[in-house]
């Protein structure tokens, strides 16, 4: 359910950004997915950030689901017009680039790509 301070109901969100932030395990890697309530827009908007936090998480612990997942969600947020969606790219670029291989460092490259998009 959605409340007044926080009209998408991802509560889960903030804490997870906490989280990792601090490299802290994927413990809350499921939770932002949870919840999504509100209009088409702001679901859309919520839920690719949210997508954004999993991946990060999943990218920085080593995971194999990391690049599928960052994969997905540098693609929803190039869909979107938000730029403050766009912005929360860097981290997972950031955690992409840290990664070896080909497929990671044309992933970091196209997130920052999307990041940098003023749409």
Same mark, same amino acid.
């Given at each position: &359910? ?8 991802? @509560? ?7 989280? @990792? ?5 994927? =413990? #809350?890697? $499921?939770?932002?997915? =949870? ?7 702001? $679901? +859309? !908007? +919520? ?7 999993? %991946?990060?998480?999943?990218?920085? %612990?080593?995971?194999? !689901?990391? #690049? ?13 017009? +938000?730029? !403050?969606? =766009? ?8 955690? #992409?680039?840290? !990664? ?9 490259? &196209? %997130? $920052?790509?999307?990041?940098?998009? =003023?749409?």
């Amino acid at each position: &359910m959605s409340t007044p301070a926080e009209p998408y109901g991802d @509560l889960d969100r903030p804490a997870a950004c906490l989280e @990792l932030e601090r490299d802290v395990s994927t =413990r #809350l890697s $499921r939770s932002p997915r =949870r919840r999504c309530v509100g209009g088409r827009e702001g $679901r +859309s !908007r +919520s839920r690719t950030q949210s997508a954004i936090v999993l %991946a990060t998480i999943h990218v920085r %612990a080593g995971e194999s !689901r990391g #690049l599928q997942l960052a994969h997905s969600a540098v693609t929803a947020a190039g869909k979107l017009t +938000s730029v !403050r969606v =766009r912005q929360r790219l860097v981290p997972l670029a950031d955690a #992409l680039e840290a !990664r070896r291989g080909s497929d990671a460092e044309q992933l970091a490259r &196209m %997130a $920052r790509q999307v990041a940098a998009t =003023r749409a």
